[in-house]
T-cell receptor, first 114, second 115 residues
Framework: AQSVTQLGSHVSVSEGALVLLRCNYS??????LFWYVQYPNQGLQLLLK??????LVKGINGFEAEFKKSETSFHLTKPSAHMSDAAEYFC????????????FGQGTRLTINP | KAGVTQTPRYLIKTRGQQVTLSCSPI?????VSWYQQTPGQGLQFLFE???????NKGNFPGRFSGRQFSNSRSEMNVSTLELGDSALYLC??????????????FGPGTRLTVT
């Protein structure tokens, strides 16, 4: 079984500040981990993924995430927030024979203050 | 390359009716998955189809069904609609080959309202 916990349903940062969105996962098989972003009235856009190999993965729009197996974490960061980053962010896990079945966290709404 | 398309974008139905939603995957993608998004339950996996076969199924009642056609287009059907079926239904497609394996690309969704 797999599960995802996103710490903080709402995160607010100032423009130019560091963005840190936390994600912890549970998986009985080697996990594939994803971060998606959702803007209002839109579908989900893939930001980045980890499957195997390098544990620090870089994605679009300046985001990156680090897979830490010992901490079962996959936190999302961006050095400098931009107003356009305001959206809802979802962490997801899959893996094994059900690799196409994404299990999502509850989401974190990111607000950027000017 | 065109993205995942879903039709219709918005739908209003009455309790007890049935509904069919359509999804066209990205060209060349053969796997299609469906998800339900609600404020209370979040994003939940419904089912996945590959080569016209259902490979994975989530924990939803039998009123929810789907199919995939030979051109990879997929439909999902919900029969005997309930108020709780009001949700955003998202379709995602995957290439399942090479470095893009397991990446799922989502459509804009169909917003279903049941009254």
């Amino acid at each position: 079984a797999q599960s995802v916990t996103q710490l903080g349903s709402h995160v607010s940062v100032s423009e130019g500040a560091l963005v840190l969105l936390r994600c912890n996962y549970s998986s009985s098989v080697p996990p594939y981990l994803f971060w998606y972003v959702q803007y209002p009235n839109q579908g989900l856009q893939l930001l980045l993924k980890y499957t195997t190999g390098a544990t620090l993965v870089k994605g679009i729009n300046g985001f990156e995430a680090e897979f830490k197996k010992s901490e079962t974490s996959f936190h999302l960061t961006k050095p400098s927030a931009h107003m356009s980053d305001a959206a809802e962010y979802f962490c997801a896990v899959s893996g094994g024979q059900g690799a196409q079945k994404l299990v999502f966290g509850q989401g974190t709404r990111l607000t950027i203050n000017p | 390359k065109a993205g995942v398309t879903q039709t219709p974008r918005y739908l209003i139905k009455t309790r007890g009716q049935q509904v069919t939603l359509s999804c066209s995957p990205i060209s060349g993608h053969r796997s299609v998955s469906w998800y339900q998004q609600t404020p209370g339950q979040g994003l939940q996996f419904l089912f996945e189809y590959f080569s016209e076969t259902q490979r994975n199924k989530g924990n939803f009642p039998g009123r929810f069904s789907g199919r995939q056609f030979s051109n990879s287009r997929s439909e999902m059907n919900v029969s005997t609609l309930e108020l709780g079926d009001s949700a955003l239904y998202l379709c995602a497609s995957s290439l399942l080959r090479g470095r893009s394996s397991y990446e799922q690309y989502f459509g804009p969704g169909t917003r279903l309202t049941v009254t």
